[in-house]
């Protein structure tokens, strides 16, 4: 079997030695060296967590398979917290309209589906952007990297939760989802990503309909509320007019103030 076709489920059945060999082969194969090999637990389970260190960054083992991607609202229910603070944001005309927080969370997250993904390596860091958004496929590649697809990020990201973030269902409503400080936000995901930290982020993938992790800090500075404050940094969520916005002849000269996260293609 190749590296590329490791299921997570596979993965997650793997004892420690054999993880372990697949991680050193892994690193192999890109002319990397392995920084970490440990374990956490997630969905009940014992997780793998392996870094790669190759010419200067750290990529995570992200496995793929056929995995389950995007959010259902109807098989969630909002905190009462949520309904309140959304209510709040309808009565100042945001909500888009929509004065169910469910419908509205259909509108701007992307549906449940499944897709079938490669295992990669995936940058445990977003990086800002060298060059304009249309150029950045020909930079990445002068490296042997690409950008994620959009299907890659939010897989990466969710790591098979299908919670509304990556952490749970529920966000902090009295705390920032930007800056500094400590809370879920700020703590490496189930595969060691650094990746939905921040609302003023805005991480692209190869699909130039969405942004990922953030929206810049639109919502935020736009007083949308505290919950549509944190949604930028759900796991499905798209941003359309972020993305608007960023591939836009707006957003042309602003390359450096969105990111991408490269990734390693295994074979």
């Not at 993904?117 to 930079?139: F, S």
């Not at 705390?175 to 936000?185: L, Q």
Request: hydrophobic fraction near 35%; glycine fraction near 14%; charge should be negative.
């Amino acid at each position: 079997m190749s590296l590329a076709d490791l299921t997570l489920d596979r993965w997650r059945s793997l004892d420690p030695g054999a993880a372990g060999r697949l991680a050193h082969e892994a690193a192999a194969q890109v002319g990397g060296r392995v920084v970490l090999l440990d374990a956490v637990e997630h969905l009940g389970r014992p997780l793998h967590r392996v870094r790669i260190e190759r010419e200067g960054r750290e990529f995570a083992l992200v496995p793929g398979g056929t995995v389950r991607l995007g959010f259902d609202p109807d098989a969630w229910e909002p905190t009462p917290a949520q309904t309140a603070d959304y209510a709040a944001s309808v009565d100042e005309g945001y909500g888009y309209g929509h004065e169910d927080l469910k419908s509205y969370l259909a509108d701007v997250l992307s549906p449940p589906r499944t897709a079938t993904l490669a295992t990669v390596l995936m940058a445990v860091e977003d990086e800002a952007l060298t060059e304009a958004a249309a150029d950045m496929p020909a930079a990445l590649a002068a490296h042997g990297l690409r950008m994620p697809g959009a299907d890659e990020w939010e897989h990466a990201c969710g790591a098979g939760a299908g919670t509304l973030f990556r952490w749970g269902n529920e966000c902090p409503l009295d705390e920032p989802p930007y800056g500094g400080g400590s809370g879920r936000r700020h703590e490496p995901n189930a595969f060691g990503l650094h990746i939905a930290y921040d609302s003023y982020g805005t991480e692209l993938s190869a699909d130039p309909t969405r942004v990922h992790g953030g929206d810049g800090g639109e919502a935020v500075c736009g007083g949308y509320g505290d919950l549509l404050g944190w949604l930028p940094l759900a796991t499905a969520n798209r941003n359309p007019s972020a993305a608007e916005f960023t591939y836009g002849p707006d957003g042309e000269g602003m390359y450096e103030e969105f990111s991408t996260r490269p990734v390693l293609s295994l074979r």
